[in-house]
């Protein structure tokens, strides 16, 4: 089986994150795989374990995203593709853009992906790639069976949970509780620098900077204010309930 797998590069998730000009500040902090790609990629392991074949690492970002694809190359994947658009200008379609110009090229089963990065949260990117690429998707799965050409995935619906079957390929999208993933070992780490890990630019993907021009653009980032101290209120209950609804009202401006 032939399977790939999408990552992204993000934020620690613990890390504290502090604004330099309008824009996110990265120094001292340190970055990670998004975690739900994290998911994707143990799925990807788990499936090949069960029914031979490789797993592929596709990302897209500035050069430093290696580590992402080593981390994952080091947990058991094949090789790795790093495509680096040369501009942090760069929006969902963007990167779904380029994604599925570089898995094109490429024999695949099947495409996983974590259902959302934490840093934006969009929850855009893995959509978008099934969509370029005529392929049926399933979204937020926490179970998933994929072998004779077709796919069971349970995913998590608003209220439940849906059990779907798609003929593959198809692109699957990664949910907390799908699976744990592991820790990459010494030895996988040591193998991982021998993996082949192939650095491309947009020309070695067949597109150009006018095609994949973001069409969202970020103009500020602002912190949420902070949070005020909670406030008690002394005396009777009688007393304090007037005095409660009376703060609510005035004050919070709910009631």
Partial sequence: MKIVALVKQTFDSEAKIALEGGKIGR???SLIMNPYDEYAVEEALKLKEKNGGEVTVVTVGPDEATEAVR????MGADQGILVNPGTEDI???TVA???AKAVSSLEYDIILGGFRAIDDGSAQVAGRVAEILNLPVVNMVTKLEADGGKA??????EGGSAVMEVPLPAVIT?????NEPRYP???????AKKKPLKKMGLGDVSLDASQVAAKVKVLNYSLPPARAAGKVIPGEPAEAAAALAKALREEAKII
């Fill in 27 to 29: 120094q001292g902090i």
């Fill in 71 to 74: 981390q994952a190359l080091a």
């Fill in 91 to 93: 929006d969902e379609s």
């Fill in 97 to 99: 853009t380029i994604l």
């Fill in 152 to 157: 069971v995935a349970t995913a998590d619906i």
């Fill in 174 to 178: 990664a949910q907390k509780g799908l």
């Fill in 185 to 191: 070992s010494m030895k996988g780490i040591m193998q």
